[in-house]
C-alpha cells in the first residue's frame, strides 16, 4: 500500500490518466482572467501532450495581458476569445500523437515557445521565431505556425500541446521551477550567439538587471566574454548579477554610466544588450559602443524612442532586436545549465500554486517582496510566497 502511495503523484494525469477537461485560466477584456474548464487538448502528428508542471511569468505575460500585443488571436486582439496566455512552461510528457517515438510518456521536459510554419522564408532559414506566418494559424487560412502562449493556447493551464522540435529534456537533477528558465537563458544565448557572434574575449555590457539582463550576464560569462559589466539600479539585483559573473557592475543612479563603460573597456565595448528600452539606455548603447560592434535590442518599448542614429553610421555600429529564444538556443542553454556553468535559479524568488496566479501576477509586476522571476506551479502542496532560502 505505501509503494502504490509514492508511485501515484507521478503517474498523475500521464497515459491512460489524461483527464478529458483541464482547468486553465483564460484571459476575457483587458486584465481579466478567469479560472476555467476546458477540453484537454489532444496531441496531432509530431506532438505531444504535455502535463504542466511548472510555469514562470515573463514581463511579455504582463504586456499581453493588458495591452494584448505582441499576443494574436483569430487573426486580432487576445480578448475574449477563450485564450489561456502564459509561455515559459515546463511539465510532464503525458500523451503522444501518432508517429512520435522521440519522447515517451513520463518524460521531463522545458519547452520553446514558436513551432514556426516550416514553409515561409525566414523557417528555412532557421529563424522560425521571426516566422512571416505569425498569427495564421487558425480557420481555414492555418500556416501551421505555433507560439504557444501567443498565438495558440499557452501554459497558464494544466496541460499544452507541443512539437517535438520545441522540447528539451530537464536532467533529474533539476528543479521544476529551474527549468522555466531555459527560455530565459535561451534568449540570452540567441542573442549574444546566432545573432550576435559573440567570440571569447569580447567585452559585453548589459542594461538592465531584469530576468533576461541578468541571465545575459551568466550566458556572455560562460561564454568567454571579458569583461562583463552589468549596469543597474537596484542593488539586490546587482548583486545577483555579480554572482552570476559580471566582472563590474554600474550603478547608473550614482555613476556616468558612459564614461565608466569606456574607462572599463578602453574604446568602448563589443557588444551592448539593452534590456530595459528607454529612450536613456538606448542613447547610452549607441553611446558606449566602440566602433564596430553591436547592439542588441532585447525589450519591447511600448513608446517610440529617439536616438542618435548617425552615431551608428559614422560608428560602424550594428543594431539588431531579438524575438524569442530561436535556433534551438534553449538546448545550449540547457546545456551550460546542466553543467552548472551558471546557476539560473538564482533568479527565481517566489511560486505560487496554478490557482493563485492573480497574486502571482501581482507579485511580478509590482515587483512585491523584490520579485524577480516567479513561478506558478501545478504541483500538490504548493502553498505560495518566497522560495525557500
Not at 95 to 116: K, Q, S
Not at 129 to 157: E, I, M, P, Q, W
Not at 223 to 249: W, Y
Request: a negative charge.
Amino acid at each position: 500500500m505505501d509503494a502504490k502511495v509514492e508511485i501515484e503523484p507521478a503517474r498523475r494525469g500521464l497515459g491512460e490518466d489524461v483527464p478529458q477537461t483541464m482547468r486553465a485560466w483564460v484571459l476575457g477584456g483587458p486584465d481579466e482572467l478567469a479560472l476555467v474548464d476546458k477540453p484537454t487538448p489532444m496531441p496531432g502528428r509530431a506532438e505531444v501532450l504535455v502535463r504542466i508542471d511548472a510555469v514562470a511569468i515573463c514581463a511579455t505575460d504582463l504586456e499581453i495581458l493588458t495591452y494584448g500585443t505582441p499576443a494574436m488571436i483569430e487573426g486580432g486582439a487576445p480578448f475574449n476569445k477563450g485564450f489561456t496566455p502564459g509561455h515559459e512552461y515546463m511539465g510532464t510528457v503525458a500523451a503522444l500523437g501518432p508517429g512520435v517515438d522521440e519522447f515517451a510518456v513520463g518524460d521531463r521536459v522545458t519547452v520553446e515557445i514558436h513551432a514556426g510554419c516550416g514553409q515561409c522564408k525566414r523557417c528555412r532559414q532557421g529563424m522560425y521565431t521571426s516566422c512571416h506566418n505569425y498569427g495564421l494559424n487558425y480557420g481555414d487560412v492555418d500556416k501551421g505556425h505555433r507560439a504557444n502562449g501567443f498565438t495558440t493556447d499557452g501554459g497558464f493551464a494544466e496541460y499544452a500541446v507541443n512539437n517535438i522540435n520545441t522540447l528539451i529534456r530537464v536532467p533529474d537533477a533539476m528543479s521544476d521551477e529551474e527549468a522555466t528558465l531555459v527560455v530565459t537563458a535561451g534568449t540570452s544565448m540567441y542573442g549574444l550567439t546566432e545573432l550576435g557572434g559573440l567570440v571569447a574575449g569580447e567585452s559585453v555590457v548589459v542594461i538592465g538587471p531584469g530576468p533576461i539582463g541578468l541571465l545575459a550576464v551568466a550566458v556572455a560569462k560562460a561564454l568567454g566574454a571579458a569583461p562583463v559589466i552589468l549596469v543597474g539600479t537596484r542593488e539586490s539585483r546587482n548583486a545577483i548579477g555579480r554572482q552570476l559573473g559580471a566582472d563590474h557592475v554600474i550603478d547608473a543612479r550614482n555613476e556616468d554610466v558612459v564614461a565608466r563603460v569606456k574607462e572599463l573597456t578602453g574604446k568602448g565595448a563589443d557588444y551592448v544588450v539593452d534590456c530595459a528600452g528607454s529612450e536613456t539606455t538606448v542613447n547610452q548603447a549607441v553611446a558606449m559602443t566602440n566602433r564596430g560592434g553591436k547592439i542588441c535590442l532585447a525589450a519591447f518599448p511600448k513608446n517610440a524612442v529617439s536616438f542618435t542614429l548617425g552615431a551608428l553610421a559614422v560608428n560602424n555600429i550594428y543594431l539588431y532586436g531579438i524575438r524569442g529564444e530561436g535556433r534551438s538556443a534553449t538546448h545550449r542553454a540547457m546545456a551550460f545549465m546542466e553543467a552548472g556553468r551558471f546557476d539560473a535559479s538564482l533568479i527565481h524568488t517566489h511560486t505560487f500554486p496554478l490557482d493563485d496566479l492573480p497574486t502571482a501576477l501581482k507579485y511580478a509586476r509590482e515587483r512585491i517582496d523584490d520579485a524577480i522571476k516567479v513561478v506558478v506551479s501545478t504541483r500538490p502542496g504548493i502553498t505560495g510566497g518566497p522560495k525557500a532560502k
